[in-house]
């Protein structure tokens, strides 16, 4: 009977510690991810994207939002003698191909950018302070605060996981 008890007893604890370890593991959310890249965006407000040529844009009033299928990602950049450009990309996360690092930036500039990619002009933007109409696009520029160790790729991988979350939810029983 001692045998038997002990067993049980054993095999409860491991049953506790499974759960306990695949709770560990859930994912995140389609909306916590999206909080999550709206922190990382605040963290670039105020701050400097400053080009090899040595431009310099600061960034301000960045968000990133949820609208039906499709992520809103909106920025305003001030450079020049106060020149300001509002920039909104519509998109869904769903037809996100790759993510690329793009090049330029002096040495030490606290924002860069990532180029989110589509396989075609999927994506729409509207730009610059001169046109509140979206256009057709096949690319998205997301900026972040480059001066966090491994933000970047902490960024991607979020971005990745709502591209995954979007297509689960557009195919949920595709491959």
């Known amino acids: 009977m001692r045998m038997k008890s002990r ?7 491991i049953a506790v510690l499974v759960v306990s370890a695949s709770a560990q593991k859930e994912m995140l959310t389609k909306e916590e991810t999206v909080n999550y890249l ?27 939002r949820i609208i039906g299928d499709n992520l809103e990602l909106k920025h305003t950049e001030t450079y020049g003698t106060a020149t300001v450009d509002y920039t909104t990309y519509v998109f869904n996360p769903a037809h996100i191909s790759s993510i690329v690092i793009l090049g330029g930036y002096q040495d ?29 696009t096949d690319k998205v520029d997301f900026p972040y605060f480059a001066n966090l160790a491994d933000n970047r790729s902490r960024i991607e991988k979020a971005l990745l996981h709502l591209r995954d979350l979007a297509k ?3 195919e949920p029983f595709g491959n």
Do not use: H, W
């Open 7 to 13: 067993l049980l007893i054993v095999a409860a604890i």
């Open 168 to 170: 689960a939810e557009e």
């Open 38 to 64: 709206n922190k990382k965006l605040q963290e670039i407000d105020g701050r400097n994207l400053i080009t090899k040529g040595g431009q310099t844009r600061k960034y301000s009033s960045l968000s990133l």
């Open 108 to 136: 030490g500039s606290p924002v860069r950018r990532l180029r989110i990619m589509f396989p075609s002009k999927t994506a729409r933007r509207a730009c610059c302070g001169y046109t509140t109409s979206l256009s057709d």
